[in-house]
C-alpha cells in the first residue's frame, strides 16, 4: 500500500531530551512537510522540503531540526529548546512544493513531555 | 500576513440537518483552496479543492463548497448530514507563489442521529 508512516504513534519524553520523530512516504512524492496541531488552532507548519537536500523553516520552526537526506524520510527533531512540545505531530506529503498540490498526510504521532 | 478564519469552531446537528461551515482568508492575490477533514482516529484527507474554473465544486461525500472571490470566502456544505459526517474540518488556502498551505483552526461537527 502507498502513504505515509509516522513512528511511534505515542511519545514521551522527559524535560530536557531531545526526541526524533519519523516520518516515511513511498509516494514517490517531492515535497514533505511537519505540521504541529494543537486544539483550536488547527495545522501549524514546523518545517517543509520540497526536494531532497534542501529544506526550509515554516511558521514555528524555533526549536526543531529536520534532515532530508533521502526523498522517502522526512525526520523531525523536537529539540529541548521547544518551549512547548507537547503537541499532535503530523508529517504530510505532496508531489511538487509548489503548494496547488493536494498534500497527503500520516497518521501522527502524539508526543507529550513529562 | 496571509490567514484563514473558520467562524465556527464547534457545530452541533442533528441527522438530515443542513450544514455550512464558513471559511475566510486574507489575501488579494490568486488563491488555491482546500477543505480537509479528519474522522475520529483517522488520517487527515481532502474533502474537496479549487483552482480555477466554476466556483461551486463538489467532493466527497455530498460535500461542496464555493468560492466568491469578493467576499474571500470558501464555505463548505452538504445538504443533509449523516451521523458519520462527524469530524473536525479544516480549511485551508495557498497564495499562489507561496510553497505552502494556512490551515484555519478547524471546526468540530458533531451530529447526533
Known amino acids: 500500500d502507498g502513504g505515509i508512516t509516522q513512528s511511534p504513534k505515542y511519545l514521551f519524553r522527559k524535560e530536557g531530551q531531545n526526541v526524533t520523530l519519523s516520518c516515511e512516504q513511498n509516494?514517490?512524492?517531492?515535497?514533505m512537510y511537519w505540521y504541529r496541531q494543537d486544539p483550536g488552532q488547527g495545522l501549524r507548519l514546523i518545517y517543509y522540503?520540497?526536494?531532497?537536500?534542501?529544506?526550509q523553516k515554516g511558521d514555528i520552526a524555533e526549536g526543531y531540526s529536520v534532515s532530508r537526506e533521502k526523498k522517502e524520510s522526512f525526520p523531525l527533531t523536537v529539540t529541548s529548546a521547544q518551549k512547548n512540545p507537547t503537541a499532535f505531530y503530523l508529517c504530510?506529503?505532496?508531489?511538487?512544493?509548489?503548494?496547488?498540490?493536494?498534500?497527503?498526510f500520516g497518521p501522527g504521532t502524539r508526543l507529550t513531555v513529562l | 500576513a496571509q490567514s484563514v478564519s473558520q467562524h465556527n469552531h464547534h457545530v452541533i446537528l442533528s441527522e438530515a440537518a443542513s450544514l455550512e461551515l464558513g471559511c475566510n482568508y486574507s489575501y488579494g492575490g490568486t488563491v488555491n483552496l482546500f477543505w480537509y477533514v479528519q474522522y475520529p482516529g483517522q488520517h487527515l484527507q481532502l474533502l474537496l479543492k479549487?483552482?480555477?474554473?466554476?466556483?461551486l465544486v463538489k467532493g466527497i461525500k455530498g460535500f461542496e463548497a464555493e468560492f466568491i472571490k469578493s467576499k474571500f470566502s470558501f464555505n463548505l456544505r452538504k445538504p443533509s448530514v449523516q451521523w458519520s459526517d462527524t469530524a473536525e474540518y479544516f480549511c485551508?488556502?495557498?497564495?499562489?507563489?507561496?510553497?505552502?498551505?494556512?490551515f484555519g483552526a478547524g471546526t468540530r461537527l458533531a451530529v447526533h442521529p
Open positions: 485551508a488556502v495557498n497564495a499562489e507563489g507561496y510553497n505552502k498551505l494556512i
Open positions: 509516494l514517490n512524492h517531492d515535497a
Open positions: 504530510a506529503s505532496s508531489t511538487t512544493g509548489t503548494g496547488n498540490n493536494e498534500q497527503f
Open positions: 522540503s520540497q526536494i531532497v537536500n534542501d529544506f
Open positions: 479549487y483552482f480555477s474554473g466554476d466556483p
